[in-house]
């Protein structure tokens, strides 16, 4: 080629080049970038306005402190740091060069001191003629044009990282004997900063994701690509339910939501439809140095007990009204329990279009027992959204199937591939805990301490591959049995995967009878059957007692603290139970189960089984024999849980649950003496009101069709104890009340402080007003009252007695007061209806111990 080019074509060639080469160095791009931190505690600053001088191109830094500039005017040789209370900085810039220059700032004392302006009359807040309100109120009329719904189609990439660590510690916790030689597992920072100077990390999680949006038909889809943990001891720890825990807790932070979930409450956000009616909003800043030109919002709560936040938005001027940076925290008066501090950074960017997306969220949470001094837990989750993209549409693939789907290899990234994922560099404690925790299970006494509080919260004491427990069943008494010991454990997945065993053995010294449990569980997907999602078969033999209509939640029917009971409390069953049961569930949080069930009932204590004969005497009968078939399907839609040693414990959200259940009696099949249907249906929800608290509602209907004694009628949940019962009538008597068929509603709503708050001398007490009520309506058909066929079972008469329901349904309500030391809740209770029973109390003082924020 070199050879068939002519000089003059030659030299053509070499003046293009020199012309390129010199109108490029004319107009090289200028770009500077860095870290804006404050110089005495030499931590991150958000929202600093960084900008060329002498220009409005300019920009406020992100969450973390950082900024980026650029242009291609080569006259521009200097940028501008400025922050309200510091001294404005200035730096020289190289023109055409990618430079970084970090800047830290320093208090302005003359601007910082106060000025005192004194009136005859302080001049009320009032929202009218305010244009800090009249500000607010464009921001909440833009607000559907600045969220992500606003696009047909946006998709975008995430990066998230959730850590945990105890937190303020002191010298000599750290000093400790057990961490002589793990001084590496500590982490320190700044005293003034969120957590106190000496951290120790103890989970650490991260994410990337591919997430994807479409507004018709509406769909909204994350796939993990990415995923990375801490893992604790299975035996000790359910890594899943800590996982989704945390997740609860640190939801996403969308400032234009009305509501934000926090904490597993909801804070009405500073730009909901009605927080001019709850929120002060103050002008305390313009900045015209930047474009576009941003106005400094500052609000703070009416009643700072409330569940608001406080802080500083930043809203654009220009016509979107949209927040560009935001800073939110809580009232040190906030009724949320165990928050010492909580600060929220969220940032965003300008699309395309002019319009903005969220590009981090960075959001720290100390907690502790004490607000003010002593260790605790420091948290923070941190968001970072790249490659934002607006309005290119996927294939219909890419939006199908369930909204959060995780990749096949998402853990199985190395080190190499988190260096190069993740927005910022860990410091060397974070960077390294994966590798720390491993390090530190090894340690005995960490194992040990382990070892204790799984026997204190858990009740089980850990052998390896058994375990010995729940320790509150070791020792109880009641009335029919006596005094009662019973002791018995389990096998864990140290034993096997598959093959699960638990047993049991009991003995009451009145009654001098032995009980037993005995179960058998194989698990079809080589996963522990205490982990999600599960599939196991399982066949089990129990000989034991069993009061009817007692059904918990929870909570073992051996525990020690149920042996206090109100009442008689005489009426008792001896049950031979052969079960065989298959459970299958889905990702989804779709399952379905199928059982059998082979049921021989004694009675027990007061309690007795009799009819009529032809002569008109009464007839004891020693023993009912049933064989059941069952199935249940379930459905609870973004379920979230905590899996327990003992139960799955629920994750409260909005999201509603749906149970369906149906049993086939079998008349001839293993002894069974009825046939009969029976179907159940439940759905349970919370309902979030805002500043109003939450409901959480649940309704029950059951049908049972054909002819049968009533100890197989439905025998409503009635309870005797002392403990409140959100699931059970509390002042319903054990086998009061029977039904062939039913419908009930539970309405329970804890108003979180909301009346309360605005009690002077309450509101420091930071209690919280709750009200209860439930209704059942129900009978018994002709068929089944042993009134029109003597043959049947007749209705026990003794004691307290058993029932129909009437035309008038059973009612009781409550009015309770939750949040006594931040863990207990006292409930009045009355009886509404039926209060003409024996033994039926009209009104009740009822406990309940629940750990909330």
């Known amino acids: 080629m070199k050879r068939l080019l002519t000089p003059i074509f030659n030299k053509s060639i070499i003046l293009i080049l020199v012309l390129l080469s010199s109108f490029t160095s004319l107009h090289a791009q200028t770009v500077v970038r860095g870290v804006v931190t404050d110089a005495k505690t030499k931590q991150p600053m958000s929202y600093v306005t960084v900008a060329f001088t002498g220009t409005t191109q300019g920009i406020g830094t992100n969450g973390q402190g950082r900024y980026t500039l650029s242009t291609t005017d080569n006259a521009i040789n200097q940028i501008k740091v400025s922050f309200v209370g510091y001294k404005t900085a200035v730096r020289s810039i190289t023109p055409g060069q990618d430079q970084t220059i970090n800047i830290a700032l320093t208090e302005d004392n003359h601007s910082l001191n106060e000025v005192v302006v004194k009136s005859a009359k302080k001049k009320k807040y009032s929202n009218k003629n305010n244009p800090a309100v009249e500000l607010i109120r464009q921001v909440i009329a833009h607000k559907a044009q600045n969220q992500v719904e606003n696009y047909n189609y946006a998709e975008y990439k995430q990066y998230e990282r959730m850590n945990f660590s105890l937190s303020n510690l002191s010298d000599k916790f750290r000093n400790k004997r057990i961490f002589k030689n793990y001084q590496f597992l500590f982490r320190e920072q700044d005293s003034t900063a969120i957590g106190g100077k000496t951290l120790l990390p103890m989970y650490q999680e991260e994410k990337t994701s591919d997430n994807y949006f479409r507004k018709a038909p509406y769909a909204k889809k994350q796939i993990i690509t990415a995923n990375k943990q801490v893992k604790y001891d299975e035996n000790f720890v359910d890594n899943q339910g800590l996982t989704a825990y945390f997740n609860r807790m640190y939801q996403d932070i969308n400032i234009y939501d009305n509501n934000v979930s926090l904490l597993s409450n909801q804070l009405l956000s500073p730009i909901a439809n009605s927080s001019p009616d709850f929120y002060k909003f103050f002008i305390t800043d313009t900045l015209k140095d930047v474009q576009p030109n941003l106005i400094e919002l500052s609000f703070t709560p009416r009643n700072t007990n409330n569940l608001l936040f406080e802080g500083k938005i930043y809203i654009t001027m220009d016509g979107n009204y949209a927040v560009q940076n935001a800073l939110l925290t809580v009232n040190k008066n906030i009724n949320l329990n165990f928050v010492r501090q909580m600060q929220a950074d969220l940032s965003f960017e300008k699309n395309n279009d002019g319009r903005y997306h969220l590009s981090q969220s960075d959001l720290k949470i100390e907690f502790g027992i004490n607000k003010n001094k002593g260790g605790g837990i420091y948290g923070e989750r941190l968001v970072t959204i790249n490659n934002f993209v607006i309005n290119t549409a996927r294939t219909e693939e890419t ?16 080190d190499t591939y988190w260096q190069m994922t993740r927005p910022d560099t860990l410091d060397a404690a974070s960077a390294s805990i994966y590798k720390n925790i491993d390090s530190l299970q090894t340690i005995p006494s960490f194992k040990k301490t382990m070892d204790i509080a799984t026997l204190v919260l858990a009740g089980y004491k850990n052998f390896g591959t058994f375990e010995v427990g729940p320790a509150n069943t070791f020792y109880s008494f009641n009335p029919v049995e006596g005094f009662r010991v019973r002791v018995g454990g389990r096998s864990t997945p140290m034993l096997s995967k598959r093959y699960y065993f638990e047993t049991y053995g009991a003995y009451g010294t009145r009654d001098g009878k032995f009980k037993y449990f005995l179960s058998s569980t194989y698990s079809l997907n080589n996963k522990s059957i205490y982990s999600f999602p599960q599939n196991y078969i399982r066949a089990s033999f129990q000989h034991d007692t069993k009061i009817p209509g007692q059904e ?5 029917e051996s525990n020690f603290l149920l042996s206090f009971k109100r009442g008689a409390n005489d009426i008792w069953l001896y049950n031979d139970i052969f079960r065989l049961d298959y459970v299958h569930e889905f990702t989804n949080h779709l399952s379905y189960s199928l059982g059998f069930k082979k049921w021989n009932q004694t009675p027990a204590g007061s309690l007795l089984y009799q009819n009529l004969l032809p002569n008109g005497t009464l007839n004891n009968i020693d023993l009912i024999q049933t064989t059941e078939l069952s199935a249940q399907l379930r459905w609870a839609p973004h379920e979230k849980f905590y899996q327990g040693k003992l139960y799955r414990t629920p994750i409260p959200d909005k999201y509603p649950v749906f149970t369906l259940n149906y049993t086939q009696g079998v008349k ?5 003496e009825y046939n009969y ?3 159940i249906g439940n759905i349970s929800k919370r309902f979030y009101l805002s500043q109003l608290g939450f409901t959480d509602v649940s309704t029950e209907g059951g049908y049972l069709f054909g002819k049968v004694p009533f100890p197989l009628l439905d025998i409503h949940h009635a309870n005797q104890t002392y403990a409140f019962q959100l699931q059970s009538y509390n002042l319903m008597n054990f086998q009061e009340f029977v039904s062939d068929h039913y419908a009930s ?21 930071k209690l919280r007003e709750i009200i209860d009520f439930k209704s059942l309506w129900g009978g018994v058909r002709s068929e089944n009252n042993p009134a029109n066929d003597p043959s049947l079972l007749r209705f026990p008469g003794s004691g307290a007695g058993t029932y129909a329901l009437g035309s008038t349904p059973y009612m009781e309500g409550s009015v309770g007061v939750g949040n006594i030391f931040k863990l207990l809740r006292v409930d009045l209770v009355k009886r509404f209806t039926y209060l003409d029973h024996p033994g039926a109390p009209e009104w009740g003082i009822r406990f309940f111990v629940k750990f909330d924020f």
Do not use: S, T
């Not at 939006?399 to 190395?414: H, R, T």
């Not at 918990?552 to 073992?556: A, D, I, K, P, T």
């Not at 329970?748 to 708050?757: I, K, V």
């Open 399 to 414: 939006y199908k199937g369930p909204a959060q789907v995780i990749a096949l290899n998402a853990e199985d990234k190395d």
């Open 552 to 556: 918990l939640q929870f909570v073992q």
């Open 668 to 672: 001839g099949l293993l002894g069974g």
């Open 677 to 679: 249907q029976n179907v």
């Open 745 to 765: 509603i539970a309405i329970d709503h804890n108003f979180n402080g909301f009346l309360f708050n605005r009690i002077p001398l309450l509101k420091k007490l």
